[in-house]
């Protein structure tokens, strides 16, 4: 006879995302604070601090800070070990040697689940250290300092990690909260124009699906945001991270144990361009020309109005986004056409799971789901950007000549 | 100026734990149910079968049965490839290529998050594929078919997996809730008489902490269950699958993200045991000497009346649990007496992570937490469970020669 027991397990996760400038100066109390807020350990909070490379190459000064303020603070903060230096970028997520060099440390630090790992880096370092961190003990809790525009502005302040493997982007990950955000404005001086740039496009995105306040008010401050404002950029990530978050929490699911979607628009295009570019394309760039081509996809379809679709691609040509690398263009000559990138779409049912499912627009914060796409209104749709990245161009070259 | 959001995330899972005889036989409905339980997914259930080597071994006709079961329920359940045979036992965990072997067949099989994995095992082996399951992808939906009784009673039924790495057991792990237990009486019967009592150890342990009744249910049981009586067995099964479930659910942190502990009761020292004994000891082996150990030390430290220590010692005695492995003995005559099992505190504490936390006994359900252990009095009650080994010895001697 069979017989059941049901098993409810409800589980809450409760962490600060904060905004400073200065972080690691001795009167700053960001990080003090944030660990006090935990009474179970007496004594310091003992931290693991892991430095990105790109990120410790161009803050020479870093390590003395975060030495200078354990220092002032030895009564809330203590260095468990020596900070670890891991290679940054996308690398670090594609090298099984980084993850194991992480775990390493962990161990070596002989942290336990009341520990601290402090990740400063781009999204990629935070990815892998946070992997690291989530499946060490079964979880030490994870600080996140992201330090480029892209990881303040979405992934840094949401409940996922992961690595690469078996030639899959993120094939190993898994869903964690982590203990808390810290975004430091100051890191943002040091990043090179293209990675600025590069973040802006998960603003774009959300502000797209989400808020076309928020889209026209990117629109005000793309002059600004071309010209490394910090008050400009400042603003975008504070609404952009907000609009993630409230995705995340309001949702209803969270771990997307269900039907659940992320906020992806653009990206079954953007993962495939990632990949099928070896990285030379950055996330956010790929992202730019997904949303680009599943914008023109919804207006070739008939969904989307040609207006609507002038002002996604015109705000991406604007900050300086490209529409149409050579890779997507390669794919119209293709023995069958496209096929390079709409392979893409599988891998993106099964990385997500379940039917397939592409988020569409029929205008700014009006997002649908389909479930089919059809390929020769996709090779329409990479025309379309063809023909406006032309555009684009001789629109730049004639204000350069006047 | 610093400001914070502050994100809060609610996750809610529900499995069921069901019992069942013959699982596989053509007109058991119990998986076709459970595959049914969703709908976000067309068609049948993708499941992928990793079956533990011994299980394998000790049920030849178990392939071909799964082969019959998913002909004979083809709109429900199909096989995304052929079931997968891996090493049992504790080297499931210790060898990395295990692991990598798993997500490589999850890799090879497509699976996507809607997807499931249905481990066939003991625990070592359920525990590793759930590692696997819980990472790929982020987390593939994992069926745990144990098959001895340890993971029928204790493990399987909650929410943690694992391997062990730099020579730390569970050093990765994570909390991944699984999508279905099904407890299969049929498999118990091939197990080894050391495997059948081994995992009698975590119902006792649950009996002492939390239900005084059903430590005397198992007392009452003892004989049965040395004769290998089934009914008994799944009497002991199902009430200590309750109660272990019954702690996850309503202990409020089932993630154990606070001080919450798992119901950890002679656990410190059964760690140490199967370390040093090179898992010689299984875990349940190991976990019966724990008890009895800190049973004797909360007696000698004036916690536990005689008459209860005499009770525990005697139910463990009873079922065929020795009190002492030579390992253990040794450690009296060690430079420094005990080390090398008393290391095995720190190492439990860097574990669990915060303050050390071991619990003892005043009395059948009446657990309470020490944070400090005295070493000279371990010492002595090592010396007590000698003395209990050698009684019990003598006694069991004299019935035979009656």
New interface residues.
């Given amino acids: 006879?069979?017989?059941?027991?049901?098993?409810?397990?409800?589980?809450?996760?409760?962490?600060?995302?904060?905004?400073?400038d200065g972080l690691f100066q001795p009167d700053n109390?960001?990080l003090r604070q944030i660990l006090a807020r935990?009474t179970?350990?007496?004594g310091p909070g003992q931290v693991l601090f892991i430095i990105d490379s790109g990120v410790h190459d161009a803050h020479p000064g870093l390590a003395a800070a975060i030495d200078g303020y354990t220092a002032a603070h030895a009564a809330a903060v203590q260095l468990a070990a020596r900070p670890l230096v891991i290679t940054g970028g996308e690398a670090s997520k594609n090298d099984p040697a980084v993850l194991h060099q992480v775990?390493?440390a962990i161990?070596d630090a002989?942290?336990?689940?009341?520990?601290y790992v402090a990740a400063i880096g781009g999204g990629a370092v935070l990815d892998v250290v946070g992997y690291a961190a989530?499946?060490?003990?079964?979880?030490i809790r994870l600080i996140r300092i992201p330090t480029t525009v892209l990881a303040q502005d979405d992934s840094a302040?949401g409940?996922?990690n992961?690595v690469n493997?078996?030639g899959?982007k993120?094939?190993?990950?898994?869903?964690?909260?982590p203990f808390a955000v810290i975004n430091d404005v100051g890191f943002l001086a040091t990043l090179s124009d293209r990675d600025w740039r590069s973040g802006i496009s998960e603003a774009i995105k959300v502000a797209i699906v989400r808020d076309p306040a928020f889209f026209a008010a990117i629109e005000a401050d793309a002059a600004k945001l071309v010209a490394r404002d910090a008050a400009a950029m400042e603003r975008l990530i504070r609404r952009s991270?907000?609009l993630h978050?409230a995705h995340?929490?309001s949702g209803g699911d969270?771990?997307?144990?269900?039907?659940s979607r992320p906020l992806d628009f653009g990206h079954w295009a953007a993962h495939k361009l990632e990949q099928s570019t070896d990285y030379r394309l950055r996330h956010g760039e790929a992202v730019a020309v997904g949303m680009a081509l599943d914008s023109a996809y919804a207006h070739v379809q008939g969904f989307l109005p040609e207006r609507d679709l002038r002002r996604v691609l015109d705000l991406l040509v604007a900050v300086g986004f490209e529409l149409l690398p050579p890779e997507l263009a390669q794919t119209l000559s293709e023995p069958a056409p496209g096929s390079s990138v709409l392979d893409g779409l599988e891998e993106f049912?099964?990385?997500?799971?379940?039917?397939l499912t592409i988020m569409l627009i029929r205008g700014l914060g009006e997002p649908f789901d389909v479930h089919e796409i059809d390929r020769n209104a996709m090779m329409r749709s990479i025309e379309v950007l063809a023909r406006a990245q032309d555009a684009a161009r001789a629109a730049s070259a004639a204000r350069r000549a006047s």
Avoid at 170 to 177: R, W
């Fill in positions: 006879m069979d017989s059941i027991s049901q098993q409810r397990i409800q589980v809450t996760f409760d962490y600060p995302v904060l905004f400073t109390p960001t935990t179970d350990v007496d775990h390493q161990h002989r942290l336990c689940r009341h520990s989530a499946t060490a003990h079964r979880g302040v409940v996922k992961g493997a078996f899959k993120n094939f190993l990950g898994t869903f964690a909260p991270a907000a978050l995340i929490s969270p771990f997307e144990l269900g039907s049912r099964e990385h997500l799971g379940g039917t």
